[in-house]
C-alpha cells in the first residue's frame, strides 16, 4: 500500500492490540484499517507517535483528492472525527478505513484526553449530588373516595 498523501510505500507497525500502516520516513500520516481507530487510547498514542518517523521536508497537499490506499479508486471523504469538531479525518466509504496525517493522532489523543476529564468531573459531580441528605418530596395525594358521580342516564321514554 502507497501513502495516499504522499505516495511513500507504508510500512505496517503493530502497536498494542493494533495493526496500523504508517508513512515512515514520509509524511508520517497513518492508515487505520476498519474499526481500528475506535481503539486508540493513550499508550496507543504515546507509543505510535514515538515510532513514526517523519521527513519534515515531505510536503503534503491537504486539498488533493486522497484514494483509499486499501481500495486504490476510492476516494476517502474528509470529515470530522467527533462533534467537538477539531480533527479532520479521511475515511474510506468502502472499506471504513481512516487516513490521519501527521499531528493528527495527537490531537485527537488531546480530544479524548477533554473528554475523559470531562467524563471525570461529571461523574464527581453526580456522586457529590446524591452524597447530598436531601428531603424526599411527595407528590400530593387526591382523597380516597369521594369521586364525583356521573350524571345519571337519561331517562328513555
Ligand atoms: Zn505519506
Ligand atoms: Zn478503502
Redesign the pocket.
Given at each position: 500500500m502507497?501513502?495516499?498523501?504522499?505516495?511513500?510505500p507504508?510500512t505496517e507497525m503493530t502497536v498494542g492490540q493494533v495493526t496500523i500502516d504508517v508513512?515512515q520516513g514520509?509524511?508520517?500520516?497513518i492508515w487505520f484499517d476498519n474499526f481500528e481507530l475506535k481503539k486508540v487510547d493513550d499508550d496507543f498514542t504515546g507509543a505510535a507517535l514515538l515510532l513514526i518517523e517523519r521527513d519534515d521536508h515531505?510536503l503534503?497537499d491537504y486539498e488533493r483528492r486522497r484514494h483509499c490506499p486499501r481500495c486504490g479508486d476510492v476516494v476517502m471523504m474528509r470529515h470530522f472525527f467527533s462533534d467537538r469538531r477539531q480533527v479532520e479525518v479521511d475515511t474510506c466509504p468502502h472499506c471504513a478505513g481512516a487516513w490521519l496525517d501527521?499531528g493528527e493522532l495527537s490531537m485527537i489523543r488531546r480530544e479524548i484526553h477533554e473528554k475523559q476529564q470531562q467524563e471525570e468531573a461529571t461523574r464527581l459531580y453526580f456522586r457529590k449530588f446524591f452524597e447530598q441528605d436531601y428531603v424526599k418530596t411527595r407528590m400530593p395525594q387526591p382523597p380516597p373516595g369521594d369521586v364525583p358521580g356521573s350524571p345519571p342516564p337519561p331517562s328513555v321514554g
Open positions: 502507497n501513502c495516499p498523501a504522499c505516495d511513500n507504508l508513512c514520509g509524511c508520517g500520516g515531505q503534503v501527521a
